[in-house]
Nanobody, 119 residues
């Protein structure tokens, strides 16, 4: 099993910055991709950013140039640096880990952390 614990959410003014952290524990050696998703009420969960064990990253078009995903393998932690925040970035942000197996992957989620962008 994998446990994911997010932190770093909160209230920030438009144009401000926040850094989210996701600490992973448990059977983490087989994780190959970690992601950040976000969700607002009434909408489907949206993939925001991904990072592979090799450090390759990918971003949703809506956050490109503003958000940066990174990982510290010594701390088993993934980060999401969010700059130039907009009111539409308001959501619950979830950390997600993928553990592959033959033919698919196990999916692990954190509990989520609220990000509110408001003046």
């Amino acid at each position: 099993q994998v446990q994911l614990v997010e932190s770093g959410g909160g209230l920030v003014q438009p144009g401000g910055s926040l850094r989210l952290s996701c600490a992973a524990s448990g059977s983490i050696s087989s994780i190959n991709v970690m992601d950040w998703y976000r969700q607002t009420p009434g909408k489907a969960r949206e993939l925001v950013a991904s990072i592979t064990t090799g450090g390759n990253t990918d971003y949703a078009d809506s956050v490109k140039g503003r958000f940066t995903i990174s990982r510290d393998n010594t701390k088993n932690t993934v980060y999401l640096q969010m700059d130039s925040l907009k009111p539409e970035d308001r959501a619950v942000y979830y950390c997600h880990a993928r553990r592959p197996f033959s033919g698919g992957y196990y999916s692990h989620w954190g509990q989520g952390t609220q990000v509110t962008v408001s003046s």
